[in-house]
């Protein structure tokens, strides 16, 4: 497969954006997530909250909103404990059904990677993104690269030498293997669910 193409672009998203903070974006507060719950209970419609779950668990999020709204009506620290509830229940199971593990609601801001996605999503153009990050994940993978062959073209001339070739070799390969494991997770979905792109330690 050439490095070019979708085949670049999704080596660049790799790059600017690691598996720990995509997968941690659902987990926040102002996550796309929890930021669909809040509206879906302002306004008691419980309809576009499921698109974030499975279908086999949509009964458990329609009997916890139920649940949500009837407690929500004995004052604002009953809502605050009923929403906290609603939000931690819809994203431990959304997180589920993406195979991975849920930790807890986390406020933190997304970082510079996830804005950028979601921004090129509001505008509908997705053209800078790209752009940027194909941009970012060359020099990434060039400057890896650059360093273990210079570092290789001494290997033989000292032990010392010869490990910092190792070092910078397992370096610049580490980072081309994890970038090309994320194409081949499923989808690009969250971290957890890994259907191919093994990592192999060296």
């Known amino acids: ?110 970082g510079e990677a996830v804005e950028a996605a979601d921004k090129a999503l509001e505008t509908g153009s997705v053209d800078s993104l790209a752009k940027e990050v194909s941009e970012s994940a060359g020099k990434g993978i060039r400057d890896r690269f650059q360093r273990a062959l210079e570092k290789m073209k001494h290997a033989d001339e000292s032990v010392e030498a010869g490990r910092e070739y190792v070092e910078a070799y397992i370096e610049y390969v580490h980072y081309v293997e994890r970038l090309h494991g994320d194409i081949l997770r499923s989808g690009g979905e969250h971290e957890g669910n890994h259907e191919g792109g093994e990592i192999h330690a060296h």
């Open 1 to 110: 497969m050439k490095p070019h193409g979708l085949f670049g672009f999704l080596l660049a998203v790799g790059a600017l954006a690691t598996p720990h903070i995509a997968s941690a974006h659902c987990d926040t507060m102002n996550g796309p997530v929890v930021t669909t719950a809040k509206a879906a209970l302002d306004k008691g419609d419980v309809t576009p909250v499921l698109k974030w779950v499975k279908r086999d668990d949509e009964a458990e999020i329609r009997r916890a909103f139920k649940e949500t709204l009837a407690v929500r009506k004995n004052g604002p620290e009953a809502k605050d404990l009923a929403d906290r509830f609603f939000f931690e229940t819809l994203v431990r199971i959304h997180r589920a059904g993406e195979g991975a593990p849920f930790t807890g609601l986390k406020s933190v801001e997304p």
